[in-house]
């Protein structure tokens, strides 16, 4: 399975910006899609998630400002961040786990995508 992710770039505080990841490959069916970011020094966090079990949630840092939406049919996870703050800059990875057609589990990564933002 593989991710591709696009929709970084460069935006003053309290812009936004739109990143959107896109699926493909051997699968039957996806059950969560995801978010992180990571900065230097730091490890991975979640940023947000979208799954069919526990539904959506989101790092309390990003709450009311960042939406993450799933379009099933056409495999794709975007992620809406709007009023963005120096804090936001990172690079963004998409997640997706879910089933193969051979009914076996996968959890794949996207390449990333750098967010920067000026304060």
């Known amino acids: 399975v593989q991710l591709q992710a696009s929709g970084g770039g460069l935006v003053q505080a309290g812009g936004s910006l739109r990143l959107s990841c896109t699926a493909s490959g051997n699968i039957l069916k996806i059950s969560s899609t995801a978010w992180y970011r990571q900065t230097p020094g730091k490890e991975r966090e979640l940023v947000a998630i979208v799954s069919n079990n526990d539904g959506t949630k989101y790092a309390d840092s990003v709450k009311g400002r960042f939406t993450i939406s799933r379009d099933d049919a056409k495999r794709m996870v975007s992620l809406q961040m709007n009023d963005l703050k120096p804090e936001d800059i990172g690079i963004y990875y998409c997640?997706?786990?879910?089933?193969?057609?051979?009914?076996?589990?996968?959890?794949?990564w996207g390449q990333g995508t750098q967010v920067t933002v000026s304060s």
């Open positions: 997640n997706a786990g879910g089933l193969n057609r051979s009914w076996r589990s996968f959890t794949s």
